[in-house]
C-alpha cells in the first residue's frame, strides 16, 4: 500500500491562473481533507470530501473546490491564483469517524 | 473560534534529558487534542491522541481542562526524537476528527 499519493509533486503558476492538485487516498479510506500549509505555519484546514461531497470546509474563498471521485481520490481546484497561494497542499485520508489522518507528502505550489 | 498556541518555535535539548513541548489551546466545546510529528523527509503522522491515553514512543500528553493546556512529555530524549512537533484540535463532532486546527509547530533538537 503507498499510503496517500499526491501529484504532482512540485507546481508554478502565475497569478490569475487556475490549478488542479491530485490526491489518491489510502487503500480502504473513504474520506479526503484537505490542508493548505505556508512557510512557517501549521498546515490548516480547506475541506473535507465524503461520499462524493463536501462534508465540512475551513474559512477559505469559494476560490477554493474541490471533487471527490467514485474511487474515493479527490481534486483540490484553484481559481484566479494569488501570490498568497503559495503553500504546500496537503491531502489525508481517513475511512470512518475515528480512524486516524494519514497524510500524503503534499503539493508544493508557488505563484509568480 | 478554536485557536491552538504553541510558544516555541525552537527547542533544543541534550540527549538523556527531559522533554516538554508545550501547547495551550482555546475552544469553547469539549475537543479532541492530538499531537502529530514530522521527522526529517517523512510525512506528517499522528503521534498521539489524548483520548487513547497511551504512550507513543516514550511520549505522554496530559489534557489539563483547567488550564487548557496539552504539553507533551517525555522524560529522558532521544536523538531520533528530532523532528516537527504540531499539537492540534479538533471539535467533537459526528463527522470525525478531520477538521484539525495545528499549532504553528515546534522543531525540537536533540543534541548528543
Known amino acids: 500500500d503507498a499510503g496517500v499519493t499526491q501529484s504532482p509533486t512540485h507546481l508554478i503558476k502565475t497569478r490569475g491562473q487556475q490549478v488542479t492538485l491530485r490526491c489518491s487516498p489510502k487503500?480502504?479510506?473513504?474520506?479526503v481533507s484537505w490542508y493548505q500549509q505556508a512557510l512557517g505555519q501549521g498546515p490548516q484546514f480547506i475541506f473535507q470530501?465524503?461520499?462524493?461531497?463536501?462534508?465540512q470546509r475551513g474559512n477559505f474563498p469559494d476560490r477554493f473546490s474541490g471533487h471527490q471521485f467514485p474511487n474515493y481520490s479527490s481534486e483540490l481546484n484553484v481559481n484566479a491564483l494569488l501570490l498568497g497561494d503559495s503553500a504546500l497542499y496537503l491531502c489525508?485520508?481517513?475511512?470512518?469517524?475515528?480512524?486516524?489522518?494519514?497524510f500524503g507528502s503534499g503539493t508544493q505550489l508557488s505563484v509568480l | 473560534a478554536q485557536r491552538v498556541t504553541q510558544p516555541e518555535k525552537l527547542l533544543s535539548v541534550f540527549k538523556g534529558a527531559p522533554v516538554e513541548l508545550k501547547c495551550n489551546y482555546s475552544?469553547?466545546?469539549?475537543?479532541?487534542l492530538f499531537w502529530y510529528v514530522q521527522y526529517s523527509r517523512q510525512r506528517l503522522q499522528l503521534l498521539l491522541r489524548?483520548?487513547s491515553r497511551e504512550s507513543i514512543k516514550g511520549f505522554t500528553a496530559d489534557l489539563n481542562k483547567g488550564e487548557t493546556s496539552f504539553h507533551l512529555k517525555k522524560p529522558f530524549a532521544q536523538e531520533e526524537d528530532s523532528a516537527m512537533y504540531y499539537c492540534?484540535?479538533?471539535?467533537?463532532?459526528?463527522?470525525?476528527?478531520?477538521?484539525?486546527?495545528f499549532g504553528t509547530g515546534t522543531r525540537l533538537t536533540i543534541i548528543p
Open positions: 475552544y469553547s466545546g469539549s475537543p479532541e
Open positions: 470530501y465524503y461520499e462524493e461531497e463536501e462534508r
Open positions: 489524548h483520548i
Open positions: 492540534a484540535l479538533s471539535p467533537v463532532s459526528n463527522f470525525g476528527n478531520e477538521k484539525l486546527t
Open positions: 487503500s480502504g479510506h473513504d474520506t
Open positions: 489525508a485520508s481517513s475511512g470512518g469517524t475515528a480512524e486516524k489522518l494519514f
